[in-house]
Structures are given as structure tokens and as C-alpha cells.
């Protein structure tokens, strides 16, 4: 079957055989790695592994990612046809989460317990909306991390398991897990990887939704099951996290692979593979978003003609003296407008002299820092060049 996009991820949710309650799955972490090519820093390498495999998950450079798999399981038997509207389910996990200590830049580790519940919140025609919240607390405190948990809203055909536009908070489309009575064809389904990236405007429906290409029949552990895999072209997914250079870029790819029970598309086994990483500008140029002030502190002593004769022609001062730089317009790729502040006051507070103060906004080059002589009456350089 004809791919619709580039992008093709596998189901990333689903279920277990016929249980009500999952047991809890222990993620394995081992020791951290950094990739280094081309200015590029991997910030995950995810490898998940069903219910009968390990799961393992590389976490590098302090950013946290964890990956919940199968991601819940209901009771569903084979005369039913739709998912029940009063569905209500909860899973707990146990894992490890892996943080950068910026102080020692080595990686600390706490035991996390995740909770996942999943609610049929209300039917709106023929649409029902479901709602998964996530919770993640230090195992051994018991609080919660809030900047790790989470709730996502669905809205579904129940009797299709398809997202149906115009519900829930992000307009999906394709599958949200396979549906009841899963056939031997290719499905169109949603990553919900892409949900943040999609609502963001970064990535368009092509690269949210993708292919589910049925591979054949498979038994485990004597159940019958069809595979489904899907691949995850590498895509820009938006600018890099709070912290790193504003041209920095994260990318995306991945592969995923599901085996779904023949009669209710329950996901009995689950296997998930993605690499999220940062591509970083040139590192030899200036930031263009520098905006920092260094202040020195000393004596400063200024010449002053009326003192002639007196044996002491300076004034002196106990000065505090603040620089302030700042871009303040990238205009182009080798020309930024650079602001450049110094203010300079005495032990008191009070302003020295007209002298000692300055201003002015400058065209540097920022890989070179040569002041530009169509923008700017000074010449040479800024500062050093980076990389110097």
C-alpha cells in the first residue's frame, strides 16, 4: 500500500492480553551516553520492549524522557464491538529517571513510580472522549514531579478506535490504538510524540500521522497476533529546550513495531525504538539573543586639567562600573546590531562623570566581531572572536 507521508509511526499505545489491572514493569537504565556529529548532542536513545522483553532507556544530557509502554489494558471480549463507554482503567509502572547535576556533570538517578489512568469521560454523539492522565512521584518521597506529568483528552469513534477531528485537545487524526476486529491492512496511524510539535505548528498532519504496514501473523505466547511496523523519518520538531542557543534545532526518528491480538486489536507485545536529539548553530559565532552585563569594581581616576599646580591633577574615585551588551537586531546571517551600555557610579551611588558613561549601537560581524563600517564609526573589534 502507497505510504500517505514520510512518516509512518506505529501505534505507541495499546494493551496487554485480557486482564483488567497491568502489573508493574521496571524500566532498566543503563549508563548514560552522548553522541557527538556535527554539532549535533543526542538527547534520548529509547529502546522499549514489550511485556515479555526489557525495557531500557537512555537518557543524556540532563533532559528527562521516559517511555510508558503497553500504555494500558482494559477488558475487552471478542463478542464486543466498540470500546465501553464507561471504560476506566489504571496501570502503574516503576522505572528509573536519569538528571543531569550540573555541578558534578554526572548523572543522578531516583526510582519513579508512574501512574496512568484512563477514563471514558462522556459520549458526545458518536464520539467519546477519553482521558489519560499521567503522574510521576519520587518513589522514595512520594511526591510528585510535576514538569513530568501530564493529561491528554481523545476524542474517538469508539467503534473504529479513530481519532475524530474537532475533539479532544489536539486535532488528530488516523488511529488512536488499533481498533476491534483489527484487519490485515495497513493503518493510518497518530503519534502522539508529534501531539506538542503538531499544536506548535512545527510539524504538519503528514509527519504526525503515518503508516502502521501490516507485516504478517506472529504467535506469542500462544496468541495469535498480527505485527505492524512503522518508521519515523527524521523531522524537525521545534527549537531546543530553555537553556541552549535560540538557532538551536531538535529532530526526531523512530521505529515501532506492535502485535495486536487478531479479534480484539488488544496490543499483546510492543517494541519502540527513537532517537530525539539537538543540532546546535555554529558555536564560533555570537548568540543571537546575547544580552548579558559584567561589573567590575575599583578605583578610577580621572585627569582634571583645573587641578594643575595642586600636585594631584586626578580626581579619584571608588567606582562600580557595569558593561551591558546585548544584540539588538540579528540582521542578517553575518551582520547583528550589537547595543553596548557602560554606567559608571561612585561608592555612593551617584554618577561619575559624562566621560565615564557610554552608549551606542553597533553592526558587528558575529563570526569575526569587526565593527562594520557602513553601521557603525568605530573600528576593529567588539571583542576577542569566539574560539579566539
Request: net charge negative; glycine share 8%.
Amino acid at each position: 500500500m502507497r505510504r500517505r507521508s514520510k512518516s509512518s509511526p506505529c501505534i505507541n499505545r495499546g494493551a496487554g492480553k485480557n486482564v483488567s489491572v497491568l502489573g508493574t514493569a521496571a524500566y532498566q537504565v543503563p549508563k548514560p551516553e552522548t553522541y557527538l556529529y556535527k554539532s549535533r548532542i543526542f538527547l534520548r536513545h529509547i529502546q522499549v520492549k514489550g511485556m515479555k522483553g526489557k525495557r531500557n532507556i537512555m537518557i543524556v544530557v540532563g533532559l528527562v524522557f521516559f517511555i510508558i509502554a503497553p500504555s494500558f489494558s482494559f477488558v475487552l471480549t471478542p463478542s464486543m464491538k466498540k470500546i465501553p463507554d464507561n471504560l476506566h482503567e489504571v496501570v502503574y509502572y516503576e522505572g528509573k529517571l536519569g538528571m543531569l547535576n550540573t555541578s558534578t556533570l554526572n548523572m543522578d538517578y531516583i526510582n519513579i513510580e508512574i501512574k496512568r489512568e484512563v477514563n471514558a469521560i462522556k459520549k458526545e454523539g458518536d464520539v467519546l472522549l477519553i482521558r489519560e492522565d499521567v503522574t510521576v512521584k519520587d518513589k522514595r518521597t512520594g511526591k510528585e514531579i510535576p514538569d513530568l506529568s501530564m493529561t491528554t483528552i481523545y476524542g474517538i469513534d469508539p467503534r473504529t478506535s479513530k481519532n475524530v477531528p474537532g475533539y479532544g485537545d489536539t486535532e488528530r487524526v488516523g488511529q488512536w490504538i488499533f481498533p476491534v476486529g483489527v484487519k490485515k491492512k495497513d493503518y493510518l496511524v497518530w503519534n502522539s510524540d508529534m501531539d506538542e510539535p503538531y499544536r506548535e505548528g512545527y510539524v504538519d498532519v503528514n509527519d504526525a500521522a503515518g503508516i502502521a504496514h501490516y507485516m504478517g501473523e506472529k504467535e506469542i505466547a500462544g496468541v495469535k497476533t498480527y505485527e505492524y511496523r512503522g518508521h519515523q523519518d527524521e523531522v524537525y520538531i521545534g527549537p531546543g529546550p530553555e537553556g541552549t542557543p535560540p538557532e538551536s534545532r531538535m529532530y526526531y526518528m523512530g521505529d515501532q513495531t506492535a502485535w495486536a491480538e487478531v479479534k480484539t486489536g488488544l496490543i499483546v507485545d510492543y517494541d519502540k525504538h527513537v532517537v530525539q536529539y539537538i543540532e546546535f548553530p555554529d558555536l564560533h559565532k555570537l548568540p543571537s539573543d546575547l544580552n548579558m552585563a559584567a561589573e567590575l569594581k575599583g578605583k578610577v581616576s580621572v585627569f582634571n586639567l583645573s587641578k594643575a599646580g595642586t600636585g594631584d591633577w586626578y580626581d579619584r574615585y571608588n567606582a562600580t562600573v557595569v558593561n551591558h551588551v546585548w544584540v539588538e537586531n540579528p540582521e542578517t546571517d553575518s551582520l547583528y546590531m550589537v547595543g553596548s551600555e557602560m554606567i559608571a557610579r561612585d561608592e555612593n551611588g551617584h554618577m561619575l562623570p559624562d566621560e565615564l558613561q557610554g552608549y551606542s549601537i553597533d553592526g558587528v560581524n558575529p563570526y569575526t566581531m569587526e565593527y562594520d563600517s557602513m553601521f557603525s564609526d568605530k573600528r576593529g573589534l567588539l571583542t576577542f572572536p569566539i574560539g579566539v
